[in-house]
């Protein structure tokens, strides 16, 4: 049986992890253009973009220039996200939505830096993009 207490504090947790998906407490290193998955036929030509294929990201240590923004597109039925631990991005952390086949979430960068991701259910999936 869950205690009150922990049923509260689960709640908190889960509206906290819902307002950080947002991007909204991100604070200015960067931008979510939108919360929500964009279909990849939506994605301009000419945009960066990392592949997520075969549980891996395709470019797992992306060069990019500040202002530039980074479309993670999912090519595989396995679903997929990025993750921003807790002060990469910002204070908190920034963890994007779950990205089906055929499906892409971006993120501008507006500093300089090294930011490491990861994919939530997949741990072992990694990269980075640095800013310069
Ligand atoms: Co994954």
Known sequence: MISAMKTRSL???MM???FTATG?????????????????SEVPEGAI???IDKMKYDNTDLKVKVGDTVVWINQEVMPH?????????????LKGPMLKKGESF?????????????????????????VE
């Open 11 to 13: 709640l908190t947790a």
């Open 16 to 18: 906290f992890a819902a």
């Open 24 to 40: 909204a407490l991100a604070a200015d290193k960067v931008t979510v253009p939108s919360e929500a998955p964009v279909a990849a």
């Open 49 to 51: 973009v990392v592949n």
């Open 81 to 93: 996200n990025v993750d921003f631990k807790a002060g990469v991005v910002g204070e908190n952390e």
């Open 106 to 130: 971006s993120i501008t960068f507006n500093e300089a830096g090294v930011y490491d991701y990861y994919c939530t259910p997949h741990p072992f999936m990694r990269g980075k993009v640095t």
